[in-house]
C-alpha cells in the first residue's frame, strides 16, 4: 500500500469514528518509513482543516510494552491544537472510537534542546513540566496491529488534558522518581513512576530530539512533549472518572 491510501483509510475512520482492520494483516511487509510518511499526511489533513501543531508525543517507552511487541526504541507522532481537552470538563466521547487514557509526563519546552540531545540538555531547555493524562483512540479494531500500524496511526493521539500545576525540573527532586497513582472512580488502577519511561521522561524527550535531527527537524521552542505513558491504557467509558495523582504535579482527571 502507498502511503496516501494508509492515511486515507486512517482519515476516514477517524471521521466516521468506525475501527479499521490493521494494514499488516493483509500487507505484512508494510514497513516503518512507509508508515511514518502515511502518519505525515494523517497530521497535515488536520493541519489543513484548521488546526496547529502544538508537539508530539512518544509511545512505546515502557521497556515491558517494548519487549512485548518486540521492538527496541520507541515511536513518536504528534500533537495538534484540536487534541486539547479542557481541564474538568467530561470529554465527548461520541467523536471517538474505543478511546483509553493513560498517565503521563508532558515537557514544555521554553527552547529547541541543544543536539546531540541529552538528559541534561532537555531538563535545561525545559520551561515547566506537568502532569498529564492522554487519550489514545486506536483507529484499528479491538486495539490489534503490529507495529507500523500505530506509526501510521500517529500513535494512536486523540486527546489529553494537563493538570494545573505546572513545576520547572528543578522544582523536583528527580524527575524518574515523580509517582503516580492512576484511579477508575476512586479504585487505584495502576501506579508508575517518572523512570518507567525510557529510565527518564527526558531521555525520552531526548530521544525524539535526535531521531528530528536525523531527518534535518527539530522540536521548535514552545512545544509540547507527552513524554510516554507510566502505567497500562485504562478504556475510557460514558460516565468514566479517571483520575493521577502525581508526586509534585497534582491531580490530572478525565471525564467521560
Not at 495538534?80 to 465527548?92: D, I, Y
Not at 521522561?201 to 525524539?208: E, I, Q, R
Request: aromatic letters at 6%; one cysteine or more.
Amino acid at each position: 500500500m502507498d502511503p496516501r491510501s494508509i492515511a486515507d483509510r486512517l482519515i476516514a475512520a477517524e471521521r466516521e469514528r468506525t475501527a479499521i482492520t490493521a494494514f499488516t494483516s493483509t500487507f505484512p511487509f508494510l514497513g516503518v518509513k512507509r508508515a511514518y510518511q502515511a502518519q505525515e499526511l494523517v497530521v497535515r489533513h488536520r493541519l489543513a482543516n484548521g488546526e496547529s501543531l502544538i508537539g508530539a508525543k512518544l509511545g512505546l517507552t515502557s521497556r515491558i510494552m517494548q519487549q512485548v511487541v518486540n521492538v527496541h526504541e520507541p515511536v513518536y507522532g504528534w500533537l495538534t491544537s484540536g487534541m486539547v481537552a479542557p481541564h474538568g470538563e467530561p470529554l465527548p466521547l461520541d467523536e471517538l472510537i474505543h478511546p483509553r487514557a493513560e498517565p503521563e509526563i508532558a515537557f514544555l519546552l521554553r527552547d529547541s534542546p541543544a543536539r546531540p540531545a541529552t538528559i541534561p540538555g532537555v531538563l535545561a531547555a525545559t520551561e515547566v513540566v506537568f502532569g498529564a493524562i492522554e487519550v489514545l483512540d486506536s483507529r484499528y479494531e479491538y486495539y490489534q496491529y503490529r507495529l507500523p500500524d500505530v506509526i501510521a496511526d500517529n500513535v494512536g493521539a486523540a486527546r489529553f488534558v494537563l493538570g494545573s500545576q505546572a513545576r520547572t525540573p528543578g522544582e523536583l527532586e528527580d524527575l524518574r522518581l515523580v509517582g503516580c497513582v492512576f484511579r477508575s472512580h476512586g479504585e487505584v488502577v495502576g501506579t508508575g513512576a517518572g523512570g518507567a519511561a525510557l529510565g527518564h521522561p527526558a531521555a525520552a524527550v531526548a530521544w525524539l530530539v535526535n531521531v528530528l535531527a536525523a531527518q534535518g527537524r527539530q522540536l521548535p521552542a514552545g512545544s509540547l512533549v507527552l513524554s510516554g505513558g507510566l502505567t497500562a491504557p485504562v478504556p475510557l467509558s460514558r460516565g468514566a472518572v479517571l483520575s493521577a495523582d502525581f508526586d509534585g504535579l497534582g491531580t490530572v482527571g478525565v471525564y467521560g
